[in-house]
């Protein structure tokens, strides 16, 4: 399960780091601000990979370009009815993406990286006669401070008449963030963890004539190499990130570990 994260570097910056053009600042106009509480069914940064279209919205099919773009957090495949669909999307399994009707044809040819600072999951302890049952948020990030590159799949839906064509005219263009098997310390916290995907994979997982079953592609849906989890840091933070109305730098701080009552145990991979 991901269902927030924090992404606070400016799209300029990340375009820098994800060798993309960025298209957010060109579109808007101006700098997006930092998000440290990011929640489903908001706007995001996604990357993509496509072939560039002429004036008359013909693909060059001998060159792809990487660029920044904001999709919506939450996938609507382009057979539903309405965009509500997306807040039941916002995560996809990495094991049974292939063949889940919303999200093969995304997996197929729709691929993406979702920047982020990190994630945070809770570690739920459940009660017993002395402790009541709780619930604490972790934050998990390189300790190099660089940003994570989220595995995403992408579709375009678009409303076919009525109210919704009039709200949506250009369509909507939504993600969700895969899922996989949580390893090392990170199971302690919770059994799933977003699909985290190394530099190395970036090119073939974006490339956007390479299919979702090629195994350029299916070999890096897999959880993560023990060797990238020792690169992750994971700390305890406030409970303040569980409404979404808080979003300032002190969610990502870490907590003083005497108030955490059942800390993880962090040497698991030594």
Not at 200 to 211: E, H, M, N
């Amino acid at each position: 399960m991901c269902g927030r994260y924090a992404s606070t570097k400016a799209p300029t910056d990340l375009a820098e780091e994800f060798t993309a053009v960025d298209a957010v600042t060109e579109k808007a106009g101006e700098e997006r601000g930092p998000d440290y509480n990011v929640a489903p069914t908001r706007d995001v940064i996604a990357v993509v990979q496509r072939h560039p279209r002429d004036a008359d919205g013909t693909p060059d099919p001998d060159t792809t370009e990487r660029s920044l773009r904001l999709v919506r957090w939450g996938l609507v495949p382009s057979w539903a009815k309405d965009p509500s669909a997306g807040a039941r999307m916002i995560n996809a399994r990495s094991e049974t993406a292939a063949e889940k009707p919303a999200f093969r044809r995304a997996l197929a040819a729709r691929r993406c990286l979702l920047p982020a600072d990190g994630w945070y999951e809770w570690q739920r302890r459940a009660a017993t006669k002395d402790h009541k049952a709780s619930k604490q948020p972790y934050f998990t990030r390189y300790a190099d401070g660089r940003s994570l590159a989220m595995a995403g799949l992408w579709e375009f839906w678009r409303p076919k008449d009525g109210e919704l064509l009039e709200k949506y005219p250009h369509g909507l263009v939504t993600a969700t963030v895969l899922t996989t098997e949580a390893v090392g310390p990170l199971a302690q916290v919770h059994d799933r963890m977003p699909l985290v995907l190394p530099p190395d994979a970036w090119a073939a997982w974006l490339d956007p004539d390479t299919d979702g079953k090629d195994e350029e592609v299916a070999r890096w849906l897999a959880p993560p190499s023990p060797d990238l989890v020792q690169t992750l840091r994971i700390v305890p933070v406030s409970d303040k990130v569980n409404s979404v109305r808080n979003n300032s730098p002190e969610l990502l701080e870490e907590i003083d570990p005497s108030q955490v009552e059942e800390p993880i145990q962090l040497d698991l991979l030594s």
